[in-house]
């Protein structure tokens, strides 16, 4: 069973930055392409940004585009997000997990515990 281990969570102010990692325990992780998701209190978890197995392509949520980065290092099983110009409406639980090569929205493997951000105004 494949492990995600999400890490770089906080509170931070509005305006601040933050850089999560995700850890994927699957040797072969750099055949995937990888997603990050975030779920708000008391609501679905959304799609936030993804990435291609080569690292050559990228796709983001409106909401994040210009602010957030995915990017990955295949060497390690390692995914991140930087995020900047973190807002009040960005606080939530973020995970990541490998998704689907047709429909990068759909998860594929079990998900992992999360990291919490949370930003104050």
């Known amino acids: 069973q494949v492990q995600l281990v999400e890490s770089g969570g906080g509170l931070v102010q509005a305006g601040g930055s933050r850089r999560l990692s995700c850890a994927a325990s699957e040797r072969t992780f750099s055949r995937y392409a990888m997603a990050w998701f975030r779920q708000a209190p008391g609501k679905e978890r959304t799609y936030v940004a993804g990435i291609s197995w080569s690292g050559d392509n990228t796709i983001y949520a409106d909401s994040v585009k210009g602010r957030f980065t995915i990017s990955r290092d295949n060497a390690k099983n390692t995914v991140y997000l930087q995020m900047n110009n973190l807002q009040p409406e960005d606080t939530a639980v973020y995970y990541c997990?490998?998704?689907?090569?047709?429909?990068?929205?759909?998860?594929?493997?079990?998900w992992g515990q999360g990291t919490q951000v949370t930003v104050s105004s």
């Open positions: 997990n490998a998704v689907n090569p047709i429909n990068w929205s759909r998860p594929v493997w079990d």
